[in-house]
């Protein structure tokens, strides 16, 4: 069982940053891969970055060189750095995880976190 929480969403100009947070907690967190995902309104939702318990990451073609993600396991917490910030990255953010990268679908997902930025 693990229960996620996302914050550090906001608005901000284009070529901005912003820092966004995903507090974990729950049985073999330590273990889990763990991702975000991102869905503006009218368009699918898709993944911006993963990581796994070895930190090996995983971007989008769309956020490489300007996201990254990493993790603190002493804090229990995902992280999402985002950098130089474009208006198509106006989203809902979500933090996800799952048992292991072979799962085949997030098991658990945290409420969301919104991000505008402005051109």
């Known amino acids: 069982q693990v229960q996620l929480q996302e914050s550090g969403g906001g608005s901000v100009q284009s070529g901005g940053s912003l820092r966004l947070s995903c507090a974990a907690s729950g049985y073999t967190y330590s273990s889990y891969y763990m991702g975000w995902f991102r ?71 945290g409420q969301g976190t919104q991000v505008t930025v402005s051109s």
Request: aromatic residues 16%; proline residues 3%.
């Open 39 to 109: 869905q503006a309104p009218g368009k699918e939702r898709e993944g911006v970055a993963t990581i796994d318990s070895d930190g090996s990451t995983h971007y989008a073609v769309s956020v490489k060189g300007r996201f990254t993600i990493s993790r603190d396991y002493a804090k229990n917490t995902l992280y999402l750095q985002m950098n130089s910030l474009k208006p198509e990255d106006t989203a809902m953010y979500y933090c996800a995880a799952k048992r292991t990268r072979f799962d085949f679908e997030f098991k658990y997902w």
